[in-house]
């Protein structure tokens, strides 16, 4: 390697959990999520359902630790990285199975990136869904991965085109966690629905809308969980999700009204039940398409922004979420500008842009909303419902639309919608992957993550100045200046804050989750 800058960890640090004096191993736990997974692969996943089940049977090379800022290994044990940044070694841990009793090695991680990289790889192109991170990270293929060089069967070179202070938060991202390359060649078209990972759950069977079961992986390298199996059950609608925790027919759900939390902190309805918060942010957004008039028309959209009362909808929503201040994803996130925050409700402004834009008398438009709940969004249809009335009241003829979560986001990623309500899981702190993917112009294509297909030259290369310094007061600067093009442009009108929390029975222990908004079930045990 040239000049190389070591930075080395030998630490055995896991997802597992440490094993306490008053643990227990056994049980079934059963989950109650929001939805249906789309994908268990991995590489194509962009959905949270995917993702929380998926977490617990793939792992990735390394894992970011959000309590004291730093990577930690995981299937590396360490790395180096040359002084330029651009050639990174890793050295992985030996031992370890995947669940299908194949052996993990430099040739897993080999094929587990190239095939999202490569065009010309076998596995390049499947069926149930596309690479959807690797290419909005990077805004296209094959991305800044120039070469993956296996030395020995423990050790791996990626060489990079150009530098990229990222990357070791890149690759900590689920989408970049390693596959069975046996089991890949196995079910191939139906791998998603047979996902063979290394992780401490390995896959029993998925029945369709009723549920998904795992079990605990007594051969985990990391040492076994507590738990012997774990069952995701998709229950959409957070009342359903509150009469399965009522009749004790579930352990944990996710997103709980206010009601239900008021009724378990305050009124101590539910003595057998407890709260937990999950440490991430989730935010609500209209986006508008950008290639559509009349909303390719920057007047309209801010006239748009005047008209939404947030804070009248807010009200209609039964968590009564934050206000979205600003243009970036979350109020502790560093960037965050409120120089540039959002508009306030000004319905005469509202009217005077739609007559400087040629519609004095308005228009017609159509909202388009998801029929399920969304980490970002628990009320849906009350939520665009309130969206409903603003726009109305400043002579806006709007028709309401709810969609299928099955195809809500494929619908949105190839332009079907004029004006839809959706949002954003924060899978990291820094702003980088909330600008690049919802807002860079190499992601505003069909099929992309940029669903507003709002382009711009400058916010392009704003970010890739912010991506080639380390000095987060340099790219700080970066964003600030992002942030003002999207306050002038407004490809979108920000809206409220989620914060994730979780309902589970008081017998639930050692509950841990990430700032990506995943429980570690790993670590979880059922007490007598």
Known sequence: MRNPVLIAFFVLLTFAPLHADNSRYGGILIFGSMGEPLSLDPATIADSESAQVANTIFETLVRYDSINDRFIPLLATSWSVSSDYKLWRFYLRKGVKFHDGNSFNAGSVKFSWERQMDNSHPFHGVPYGRYIFYRSIWGGFP?????????DNYTVDVELYSKDYKFLNIISQLPFAIVSPHALNQYRDDFFQHPVGTGPFRFLEWRPWQRIVLEGNKDYWGGRPYIDRLVFEPTPGED?????????RIDMMENPTTDFIYNIEVKNRYDYLKIEDMPGTNLSYIIFNCQKPPLDNPLLRKALNYAIDKGRIKKKDINEPPVMLAWVPFENIWGYDLSTSSYTVDHKKARELFAQAGYPRGFKIELWYPLISRPYLVSPQRTAMGIEQSLQEVGLNVELKGLKWETYEEKLRYGEHTCALTGYVGMDYDPDFYFMTQWDSTNAIMGGTNNSFYSSSQIHDLLGNARLTADKSRRAA????????????????????YKTRVVMKKNIKGFSAEKNGLINFASLWIED
Do not use: A, H, T
């Open 143 to 151: 991305g800044n991965i120039k070469s993956i060089k296996i030395i």
């Open 240 to 248: 359903s999700r509150r009469r399965q925790m009522e009749r004790r």
């Open 478 to 497: 970066y964003y600030d200046k992002i942030q003002d093009i999207l306050y002038n442009d407004s490809p979108f009108i920000p809206m409220f804050y």
